[in-house]
């Protein structure tokens, strides 16, 4: 004979979930959170990416533009690719900075993505060899190769700290 369920409106027994309502009379238990250092390295580390992202897109205003003063095609496509992922890049870092574990998963994410966009999915865009768009890359002789292959390393290194950050809890609650 199988016991009745609970109906509602009755107290639970047992311990109370992650987060969720405290029993009469005691503190609710903590929630877990990223870890506070690999947090906090994550969100300086994407901000520092997102700083070489808007670089990016600043040469190629700037600089990459036709003898007519009109931007070409893949000039426009950098500089919007370029503010758009700053942007998104710096919001995930907020919530990394908050210690909150889906923003550090996400950040690693995007980080992830990046790189694999620059390496696999620029050149498949665009008809570019894959020794090709990884020589521009790491030649840094001009400024926008620089800006990206910068980027890129940060990201591999942001994308290294928000998995720490997100994979290491702590369930205390100072920040």
């Not at 503190?27 to 877990?32: E, V, Y």
């Not at 700037?62 to 496509?77: F, K, L, N, W």
């Not at 995930?92 to 790189?115: D, Q, S």
């Amino acid at each position: 004979m199988q016991p009745n369920p609970p109906q509602p409106g009755f107290p639970q027994h047992g311990p109370p979930t992650p987060g969720g309502p405290a029993p009469w009379g005691r503190t609710a238990p903590a929630k877990p959170r990223a870890n506070a250092p690999a947090a906090k390295v994550a969100g300086i580390l994407a901000v520092l990416a997102a700083v070489m992202l808007v670089w990016f897109a600043l040469y190629n205003v700037i600089v990459a533009t036709e003898s007519d003063g009109r931007p070409s095609g893949i000039t426009v496509q950098n500089m919007v690719s370029g503010v758009v992922s700053a942007v998104v890049l710096v919001i995930a870092a907020a919530f990394t900075f908050a210690r909150r574990i889906p923003g550090a998963w996400t950040l690693f994410g995007l980080c992830a993505f990046y790189v694999v966009a620059v390496f696999v999915g620029a050149p498949l865009v665009w008809g570019t060899p894959f020794g090709a768009q990884v020589k521009w890359l790491f030649s840094f002789d001009d400024g926008d190769s620089t800006a990206m292959a910068l980027t890129i390393i940060l990201a591999v290194l942001t994308a290294i700290a928000a998995a720490i950050a997100a994979s290491v809890k702590s369930n205390d609650t100072s920040s």
